[in-house]
C-alpha cells in the first residue's frame, strides 16, 4: 500500500511541483468554530419544507441566512473561522428513517440544498465572513453519494460493488462505508468529478476544506486531490475517525496540512471529564515529535459524530464544571482548536442524533450556561492575546510519577515569552511544591505570578529551587513565566 501511495505521489498532476513551490497554508494561532447549518441558526422560514424540530432526525430549519445572521455571535465568542458541515444539495427522501440535514448524503455536490439556501446565500456568507476578517472552512465530502442519489442510478459505473469490495485489498477503502454508495475515485469521470467539485468550491471563495472520511478514500486520488489544493493555497483538514499521533503524521508527510487528533481527544475526556489519570494526555502529548507540523493539529473536546463532553457526567453541574476546565485545557495546546457549536455552553446530548440539539443562544441560556460561554470566550481572548499559548513549542515537563495523575506541567513558548501551563485533576483545591531540577525547569526567585485566565484562584511562585503552585480543583491555569 505505501509503495502504491508513493508512486501516486510522484506520478500526481503536478504534485510535486506544486508542493515545492507553493507555501504551505498555515491555520496556526487560529481557533476554529464548527456549525451544523440546519441546527444552528434559521434565518429563512421561507426555506422550511418538511421541518420538524421535535425530531431529531428531521430538518430543523437552520441555514446559510442564519449562519450570516449569527457570525456576531461566533466573533464574540473570539473563533477565527468556521467550519461548516456540508451544504451540499442532498437526497430528497429519508434513509432509516432520517432526513439529510445533516449534509453528508449528497445528490449534487455543486448545487446548495435549498433547505441551507442558494449559492448566493453561501457567497453572501463567506463575504461576510471575510469581511469580518474570519476563514471558511468547508466541508467535503469524497467518498460517496446519498443513498438515494438520482447519479447511483444513472452511473453505476461510477461506484464499487460487491465485486469491487470483494476483491479489494482494503477494505475500508472499496467497500462501502455504513452502505452508502462508494465512489470509485479510480474511475476517470469519478476523479474528475471529485477534483472539479474542489475547484467549484475552491472558486467560491474559501480558505480551507474538512475532507470527510480520509480513511474510506482511494489513497492514491487523494495525494492528487492534496496537490492541487496545496498549490490553490488551500489549507487541508483531514477526517480520519480516531486517529492517533501515528496516523496524523503520517498524513501531514502525505499533503494533509491537518488531521483531527482523535486520541487526544479521548484522552482528553477520560481525564478531564470521566476522572482519569492526566498521564492519559502526556502520553499523547509525548507523541509530539511524530508530528510533522504540530501547530496545524485539530484539538477538540467533542464534535457532531461523539457524545456531548458535558454528557460526560451524570449531573449537569459536574458537565459544566468539567467543560469549563476542558474548555481552558484545549486553549493552552498546541493545534488548532476546534469547538463544536455548544460546547461552549456546556450543551448536553448523547450519540447521533441527540449531540445535534438546536444550538442556543444567549436570550435562551441559563445563568450557569452564560457561565461556561464566559469561560470559554475568555480562554479564547487569552490564548489569541499570547503567541506562546497560540504559536508557541509545547514542552512537557517530568511531573513527579507521585502526581502524574492528577498533574500535567508543560511550557509553550520560548525562553523569553514562555508560559507555564498546569492542568490540575485532583477533586479539592491543592499546594504543590516540586524540583526546578526534576521537571527540568530553570527560572530564579521571583514573585507571585497570577494565572492569565479571568476569574481562576491560580498561582505560582519559584523559590528555593522549588516551583510552588497553588490549583483550584480540576482546572487548567496558564502563567507568564518571562
Ligand atoms: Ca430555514
Ligand atoms: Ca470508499
Redesign the pocket.
Known amino acids: 500500500m505505501r509503495q502504491t501511495i508513493l508512486l501516486g505521489a510522484l506520478l500526481g498532476a503536478g504534485g510535486a511541483a506544486a508542493q515545492n513551490s507553493a507555501p504551505l497554508s498555515s491555520f496556526e494561532g487560529q481557533v476554529i468554530y464548527q456549525v451544523m447549518p440546519d441546527r444552528f441558526f434559521?434565518?429563512?422560514?421561507a426555506?422550511?419544507a418538511g421541518v420538524n424540530k421535535t425530531d431529531l432526525r428531521a430538518w430543523h430549519?437552520?441555514?446559510l441566512p442564519?449562519l450570516t445572521q449569527k457570525l456576531p455571535y461566533i466573533q464574540k465568542l473570539g473563533a477565527t473561522a468556521v467550519w461548516m458541515t456540508p451544504v451540499y444539495q442532498q437526497q430528497a427522501q429519508n434513509s432509516f428513517g432520517t432526513a439529510a440535514y445533516h449534509g453528508y448524503w449528497p445528490a449534487d455536490f455543486r448545487k446548495v440544498d435549498p433547505?441551507f439556501g442558494t449559492l448566493a446565500d453561501f457567497g453572501t456568507f463567506v463575504k461576510a465572513a471575510q469581511e469580518a476578517g474570519m476563514r471558511v472552512v468547508l466541508d467535503q465530502v469524497i467518498n460517496h453519494y446519498g443513498y438515494l442519489a438520482p447519479a447511483v442510478r444513472e452511473q453505476p459505473a461510477w461506484f464499487n460493488g460487491k465485486a469491487e469490495c470483494d476483491a479489494a485489498r482494503d477494505k475500508d477503502v472499496d467497500c462501502a462505508l455504513a452502505g452508502l454508495p462508494d465512489l470509485k475515485q479510480g474511475n476517470l469521470q469519478v476523479r474528475e468529478l471529485l477534483l472539479g467539485n474542489a475547484r467549484f468550491w475552491r472558486d467560491q471563495g474559501v480558505q480551507a476544506f474538512r475532507y470527510d472520511a480520509i480513511k474510506h478514500v482511494d489513497p492514491m486520488f487523494l495525494g492528487d486531490l492534496l496537490s492541487t489544493d496545496r498549490a490553490e493555497g488551500i489549507w487541508t483538514l483531514g477526517e480520519w475517525y480516531d486517529a492517533d499521533s501515528g496516523t496524523v503524521g503520517e498524513w501531514q508527510r502525505r499533503g494533509f496540512d491537518s488531521l483531527f487528533l482523535f486520541s487526544l481527544q479521548a484522552a482528553m475526556k477520560g481525564s478531564i471529564m470521566a476522572g482519569q489519570g492526566l498521564d492519559r494526555v502526556a502520553a499523547v502529548l509525548s507523541r509530539q515529535a511524530e508530528l510533522p507540523r504540530p501547530g496545524e493539529v485539530a484539538l477538540f473536546l467533542d464534535n457532531h459524530d461523539v457524545p456531548r463532553f458535558a454528557q460526560g457526567s451524570l449531573f449537569e453541574d459536574v458537565g459544566q464544571a468539567r467543560t469549563k476546565y476542558g474548555l481552558r485545557a484545549l486553549m493552552t495546546l498546541r493545534g488548532v482548536p476546534v469547538i463544536w457549536q455548544g460546547t461552549e455552553i456546556a450543551m448536553r446530548g448523547g450519540t447521533d442524533p441527540d449531540n445535534r440539539r438546536d444550538m442556543r443562544f444567549e436570550a435562551q441560556w441559563t445563568p450557569q450556561e452564560k457561565a461556561v460561554f464566559d469561560v470559554a470566550q475568555n480562554a479564547i481572548a487569552v490564548r489569541k492575546a499570547s503567541p506562546a499559548l497560540s504559536r508557541g513549542p509545547l514542552t512537557l515537563l517530568k511531573t513527579p510519577p507521585s502526581l502524574d495523575e492528577r498533574l500535567l506541567l508543560f511550557t509553550r513558548g520560548e525562553a523569553g515569552g514562555r508560559v507555564l501551563v498546569a492542568w490540575h485533576g485532583g477533586k479539592e483545591r491543592r499546594n504543590y511544591s516540586v524540583r526546578l531540577g526534576s521537571i527540568g525547569l530553570g527560572a530564579g526567585p521571583g514573585a507571585v505570578i497570577s494565572t492569565l485566565f479571568a476569574g481562576q484562584n491560580a498561582k505560582i511562585r519559584v523559590s528555593n529551587g522549588f516551583l510552588h503552585l497553588s490549583l483550584p480543583p480540576e482546572d487548567a491555569a496558564a502563567f507568564k513565566l518571562d
Open positions: 434559521d434565518g429563512n422560514a426555506n422550511n430549519g437552520g441555514d442564519g433547505h
